[in-house]
């Protein structure tokens, strides 16, 4: 269903608030490289973080978290019983779910790891315009055949370029994707959003996208999938150009960061700048 973007704006500021009114539980099966960025920044917004690794925990998470987040980076062994027992149980019980595929292409259990997640349609797939293409062409989707150029973590190709796997992808899962870049897109497969702000920054902080995903699953626990990604999307250009302004290097920055993402209020992050167009 198409809405007005002043539809959307109301439905970020609530968002915003229920994340902050109901302190809801946001796991994470993450990146431990990011941990502590990804559970300080779900903390800043209103939720509640829980960081686990072992089978039985995720699927502890699916039965009393509001959403999880399964990011890809850093694998562990055990992570090939921990992550499909943990995707199979919030499928099972229609419980919202955000997908990291960081690193995609490296390494045969990271691989077959994210053919298994096409068969549990996360209800987000957050990523950058590479790892979106690799995914839309690892499941098999009809995405105009863009190339991707993906290294390691790192996104070669333009957010534009992974409009069609964007689009794709939501359309799969029927939730949304959100994808990083200079400019970021937000899709749910029949609207696209174009969300600006943020700091250069960014790129030089371990752990800005990986948290990112944490924080749409702490929205994801209150909102439908794409006002989830889009609000998680919005605050985090809210914050970096804030914290951009406030400070001139990458440490300092990270600090101010977590601050402004702490002190944004429903009104700031609704009013950060987008644009809304048919997909």
Known sequence: MKMEKAQIQQQICDAVEEA???????GSITN????????????AVGGSAAMVYLPDEGEGLAAVGGATYLNMGTLFPVYAETIPRTARALHDA???????????????????????MKAFKPSIIRANASEVIALADMWGLDAGKTPSQVRGVDSQDSVDAATNAAVALAR??????????????VTDGTMIAHSHGGSSFME???GA?????????VYAAVAAPFIAALTATSIYNFAGARADAQVDAPASFQVAFLDNL???????VAATPFEIEEA
């Open 32 to 43: 431990t490289v990011t941990i502590n960025l990804v559970a300080n920044a779900q903390l």
């Open 172 to 185: 799969w899962t029927g939730g949304a994707v959100a994808v990083s870049g200079e400019v970021d897109l």
């Open 94 to 116: 229609d419980k919202p779910w955000v997908l990291d595929p960081v690193g995609i292409g490296i390494g045969a259990l990271r691989t077959d790891l994210l053919k298994q």
């Open 262 to 268: 702490y002190k944004a209020s429903a009104a700031d």
């Open 20 to 26: 902050r009114r109901q302190n809801p539980m946001a």
């Open 209 to 217: 996208g990986c948290s990112l995903g944490g924080v749409v699953a």
């Open 204 to 206: 030089k902080i371990t």
